[in-house]
């Protein structure tokens, strides 16, 4: 039986568009080294008191967006403050590669791994 060969075509983020907002969001990809957006998907299990009374039940998948970014508080509009902000809110999101035309966007609830921005010492 002759094998299948997948075809693929490649790409390497360049010019890409990692948006937060909606239509009139802003676009941090200049402070993002690496966008992915992550799987995750899991089961639950019932075992009853009987040898056969196990049921496996697959649950939802959920995605999570990750983001590696450079950590700026400096700049008043930079993607760290922006997170920290917005922390605990749901937001549109896009990511665009390198101007393709399939395009990933959702609503991501932010989860930021940021410290708080740090404080002007006292005058």
């Known amino acids: 039986m002759p094998v299948t060969v997948q075809s693929v075509q490649?790409?390497?983020?360049r010019n890409a568009?990692?948006?937060f907002g909606g239509v009139d969001g802003i676009d941090f990809a200049h402070a993002v080294s690496s966008a992915?957006?992550?799987p995750s998907a899991g089961t639950a299990e019932f075992k009853g008191l009987k040898p056969a009374a196990t049921f496996t039940f697959p649950q939802a998948?959920?995605?999570?967006?990750?983001l590696t970014y450079a950590q700026d508080w400096s700049a008043a509009d930079s993607l760290s403050r922006?997170?920290?902000?917005?922390?605990?809110?749901v937001l549109d999101f896009t990511?665009?590669?390198d101007d393709q035309t399939t395009t990933p966007s959702d609503t991501v609830a932010v989860a930021t791994?940021?410290?708080a921005p740090p404080t002007a010492p006292a005058v």
């Open 17 to 19: 568009i990692v948006a």
């Open 113 to 115: 791994s940021s410290t």
């Open 36 to 38: 992915a957006l992550t």
């Open 82 to 89: 922006y997170l920290y902000e917005h922390r605990g809110e």
């Open 95 to 97: 990511i665009n590669p």
């Open 61 to 66: 998948t959920t995605w999570t967006l990750d």
């Open 10 to 13: 490649p790409f390497i983020m």
